[in-house]
């Protein structure tokens, strides 16, 4: 027997002798290869994380182990608003006037903000598979509608009630607004909140929000 390894994960050989081949990972049966034109292939089912050890048995012969590391894909919540879902964010109190808006980079969220009363949580959206101790970043991209005679927007991050960006006033150009927490819990309530409570300008649109492991 030889062997080899295709991703997806293949595995596949070559015998001498018209058998059933074995697989094995570490001492788990796994399933049969049958050995066609003295080749065998088997696709291996998906995989638990974590290490892994195939060997390949026909009768009493063993073949070397085949070692892989099945790792966890890093932890990304991503929501550039392009297929028009809010990917579970909800409008807080300060964020009853969003509207989702296109413009030549594609789909964003508009905050024209009618009326004063605009200070407080903009979006917010609680996020759970988290790792306590683990540590991630938070950011948005945002811009305002510079109008020297009205108020500035100012936009703050905080997960859990603590803020950990801001707070910033937005330029007439698109910026990353960013921070980074600790998990303290699987689950955590990240949030964008306004520090202008005048609806007088303040203007302003988010887009690519992202909360990311690090
Ligand atoms: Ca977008
Ligand atoms: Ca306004």
């Given at each position: 027997m030889s062997d080899g390894v295709e991703a997806p994960l293949l595995l596949s050989g070559i015998s001498?002798?018209?058998q059933i081949?074995?697989?094995?990972?570490?001492?788990?049966?796994?399933?049969n290869a049958p050995v066609v034109a003295g080749r065998w292939q088997f696709p291996v089912p998906r995989l638990s994380i974590g290490q892994h050890s195939f060997t390949a048995k026909i009768g009493t012969i063993t073949s070397n182990s085949w070692r892989i590391t099945v790792v966890e894909?890093?932890?990304v919540d991503f929501t550039d608003f392009e297929n028009g879902s809010w990917n579970g964010w909800v409008a807080g109190p300060?964020?009853?006037?969003?509207?989702?808006?296109?413009?030549?980079?594609?789909?964003?969220?508009?905050?024209?903000?009618?009326?004063d009363g605009q200070s407080g949580v903009v979006l917010r959206k609680s996020l759970s598979g988290l790792k306590p101790g683990a540590s991630y970043?938070?950011?948005?991209?945002?811009?305002q509608i510079v109008n020297p005679i009205t108020q500035t927007a100012r936009l703050a991050l905080e997960v859990a009630g603590v803020q950990i960006a801001g707070v910033y006033e937005p330029l007439a150009t698109w910026q990353a607004l960013g921070g980074t927490v600790v998990a303290n819990s699987s689950v955590l309530e990240f949030?964008?909140?306004s520090h202008q409570q005048s609806g007088y300008g303040n203007d302003y649109y988010i887009d690519n929000i992202q909360i990311a492991a690090l």
């Amino acid at each position: 027997m030889s062997d080899g390894v295709e991703a997806p994960l293949l595995l596949s050989g070559i015998s001498s002798t018209e058998q059933i081949v074995e697989i094995y990972d570490g001492n788990a049966f796994i399933g049969n290869a049958p050995v066609v034109a003295g080749r065998w292939q088997f696709p291996v089912p998906r995989l638990s994380i974590g290490q892994h050890s195939f060997t390949a048995k026909i009768g009493t012969i063993t073949s070397n182990s085949w070692r892989i590391t099945v790792v966890e894909p890093p932890f990304v919540d991503f929501t550039d608003f392009e297929n028009g879902s809010w990917n579970g964010w909800v409008a807080g109190p300060a964020g009853r006037d969003l509207r989702l808006e296109t413009g030549a980079e594609g789909k964003y969220l508009f905050n024209p903000t009618q009326g004063d009363g605009q200070s407080g949580v903009v979006l917010r959206k609680s996020l759970s598979g988290l790792k306590p101790g683990a540590s991630y970043r938070f950011e948005i991209r945002c811009r305002q509608i510079v109008n020297p005679i009205t108020q500035t927007a100012r936009l703050a991050l905080e997960v859990a009630g603590v803020q950990i960006a801001g707070v910033y006033e937005p330029l007439a150009t698109w910026q990353a607004l960013g921070g980074t927490v600790v998990a303290n819990s699987s689950v955590l309530e990240f949030a964008i909140k306004s520090h202008q409570q005048s609806g007088y300008g303040n203007d302003y649109y988010i887009d690519n929000i992202q909360i990311a492991a690090l």
